[in-house]
């Protein structure tokens, strides 16, 4: 069975401020695991990737994720947000199908 | 990144009607495709799975006679809402990779969704 599970539905953060999403997943096999971003009435965007090359995975706009086997996590960081950085997140992965967690929509607050 | 176009952007169909939606990869071959539903403010809802030259793997509660998906090339997938019904206005999205089944590494590109309204 494969599955995406996202903890925070909304996470609220200052300008400036540490981003942590989280994402933790369940699969029979080795996943390839993915956080995409959307925007209103848009599609989605890759924002990082990992394929077991690394664990640690560096992104595009700043973001990174870290993938710990021990405890089936994925987690999306940024050091300092930004108000662009405002939108829906999405943690998906799977073998033979790409599937994804609820989303964590991220506010950024002034 | 490849892109991925999705068309139309939005449609208004009365009930009873059917409308096609089509995806394409405009600068990669298209080995997979995936189809998905989002609702207002939720996630995306995978309903099915095409590879080029078979037929859709559709997941669980996805009726495939309603949502008819054909994946004749590499480049070119459709979704067709047969006899839509006011209950299947939603967001569609279609999203494609280069990749056969079972290779997950590769990022899927997403288009940019279809509003549908059935009125």
């Known amino acids: 069975a494969q599955s995406v599970t996202q903890l925070d539905s909304h996470v609220s953060v200052s300008e400036g401020t540490p981003v942590l999403l989280r994402c933790n997943y369940s699969?029979?096999?080795?996943?390839?695991l993915f956080w995409y971003v959307q925007h209103p009435n848009k599609g989605l965007q890759l924002l990082l990737k990992?394929?077991?090359?690394?664990?640690l995975v560096k992104g595009i706009n700043g973001f990174e994720a870290e993938f710990k086997k021990s405890e089936t996590s994925f987690h999306l960081t940024k050091p300092s947000a930004h108000m662009s950085d405002a939108a829906e997140y999405f943690c998906g992965g799977g073998y033979n199908k790409l599937i994804f967690g609820a989303g964590t929509r991220l506010a950024v607050h002034p | 990144g490849a892109v991925v176009s999705q068309h139309p952007s939005r449609v208004i169909c009365k009930s009873g009607t059917s409308v096609k939606i089509e995806c394409r990869s405009l600068d990669f071959q298209a080995t997979t495709m995936f189809w998905y539903r989002q609702f207002p403010k939720q996630s995306l809802m995978l309903m099915a799975t095409s590879n080029e030259g078979s037929k859709a793997t559709y997941e669980q509660g996805v009726e495939k006679d309603k949502f008819l998906i054909n994946h004749a090339s590499l480049t070119l997938s459709t979704l067709t809402v047969t006899s839509a019904h006011p209950e299947d206005s939603s967001f569609y999205i279609c999203?494609?990779?280069?990749?056969?089944?079972?290779?997950?590494?590769?990022?899927?590109?997403f288009g940019q969704g279809t509003r549908l309204t059935v009125v």
């Open positions: 699969s029979s096999y080795s996943p390839s």
């Open positions: 999203s494609a990779r280069d990749g056969g089944q079972g290779y997950a590494g590769t990022e899927a590109f």
């Open positions: 990992y394929t077991s090359a690394a664990t």
